[in-house]
């Protein structure tokens, strides 16, 4: 491939992915020649700096806001893939003892007798919409609210955990397994679960199209599923069109 064929693609992703795309970066560039460019932020950071008039080829983001952008006309046609996703696990300090999360009862009582809590943002991030809702499952929102902190890990929140600010965290399992310090327990309870399915498009007006697909196809390619669950997370690639 001659220097004119090599194109740059900027890959604008939340954070959750970042620890796949690690392995995924340096084997695309050396088959490909292309280069990757990439960009990390929080879910609705990246919503506003597309809407400011930064310029993406491909993004990597929660399934719901990659449809809604699809409809709106902001992605090419049928590009739109399911790669992974990944469930809400609890964290610790490395070191401490793990508590007891198998079953619903397990974790109301951990959650209730922990010194201190922490999960994402609900109003930054899906993951803590989706926990406020198990805390009033369980019947203990009001109870833990003043021992809990909301931070996102973009903003440190599973840091909180390593540096033995908060006892217990619960956040992606990917965002856990990124950080230093600090040890996943195990995802909540089956009941009690929800997946967060993150997917790929190209931008409707990406400068680099197709150098921009073929890095989608070697994302959901089969042969490299053990990148993903390395990660956290489980493949479920497939065409969202």
């Not at 399911?82 to 609890?90: E, F, N, P, S, Y």
């Not at 909180?160 to 908060?166: C, E, H, P």
Request: charged share 20%.
């Amino acid at each position: 491939m001659s220097q004119a064929q090599r194109s740059q693609i900027c890959v604008y992703s939340s954070g959750a992915p970042r620890a796949a795309l690690k392995p995924f970066a340096p084997e695309f560039e050396q088959a490909t020649g292309h280069k990757l460019a990439f960009t990390f932020d929080g879910v609705d950071a990246i919503r506003r700096r597309l809407a400011s008039g930064e310029k993406a080829d491909v993004m990597l983001l929660p399934s719901p806001m990659m449809a809604a952008m699809d409809q709106a006309g902001a992605l090419r046609p049928q590009s739109r893939t399911a790669l992974a996703r990944v469930g809400i696990g609890v964290v610790v300090r490395r070191g401490a003892a793990l508590p007891d999360i198998s079953k619903p009862e397990a974790l109301h009582k951990t959650l209730l007798e922990a010194r201190s809590i922490a999960y994402s943002d609900p109003k930054l991030a899906p993951s803590g919409i989706h926990i406020e809702r198990v805390l009033a499952q369980l019947g203990i929102a009001e109870a833990v609210r003043p021992k809990t902190t909301l931070r996102t890990p973009f903003d440190g929140g599973v840091a909180l955990i390593a540096n033995g600010d908060v006892e217990i965290g619960m956040f992606l399992v990917s965002e856990i397994q990124m950080a230093e310090g600090v040890k996943l327990v195990g995802l909540l309870p089956s009941e009690l679960q929800s997946y967060l399915v993150f997917a790929g498009a190209v931008a409707v007006d990406s400068a680099s199209p197709e150098p921009a697909l073929a890095f989608l196809r070697f994302l959901s390619d089969p042969a490299r599923q053990d990148h993903w669950k390395t990660a956290g997370f489980e493949p479920v690639g497939g065409a969202q069109n």
